[in-house]
Nanobody, 118 residues
């Protein structure tokens, strides 16, 4: 099992910045991908960004490319999401997720709220 704890959400104005963190504990040696998803009220959960643990390759949704940066610490047990130039449409609950050997995102954090005011 892998346990995830997110932090760093909050309220920010349009154009502002926030940095989310997600700390993993437990059997992290089985993790292959680490990612952020988000879910706005009344909408489905969407992929935001991911990093492959083996070589730290990164992947982004088109909607955040150039504004958000995903990274991990040297131990690869904590990931971050640096969010710049925030827009009201970025308002959502952000979830950290990690995939095991099978490639499915089976471990999820509790979510952290990000609200961008116009």
């Amino acid at each position: 099992q892998v346990h995830l704890v997110e932090s760093g959400g909050g309220l920010v104005q349009t154009g502002g910045t926030l940095r989310l963190s997600c700390a993993a504990s437990g059997r992290t040696e089985s993790v292959t991908f680490m990612a952020w998803f988000r879910q706005a009220p009344g909408k489905e959960r969407d992929f935001v960004a991911a990093v492959r643990r083996s070589d730290v390759s990164t992947y982004y949704a088109n909607s955040v490319k150039g504004r958000f940066t995903i990274s991990s610490d040297s131990a690869k047990d904590t990931i971050f999401l640096q969010m710049n130039s925030l827009k009201p449409e970025d308002t959502a609950t952000y979830y950290c997720a990690m995939a095991g050997i099978g490639g499915l995102y089976e471990y999820w954090g509790q979510g952290t709220q990000v609200t961008v005011s116009s």
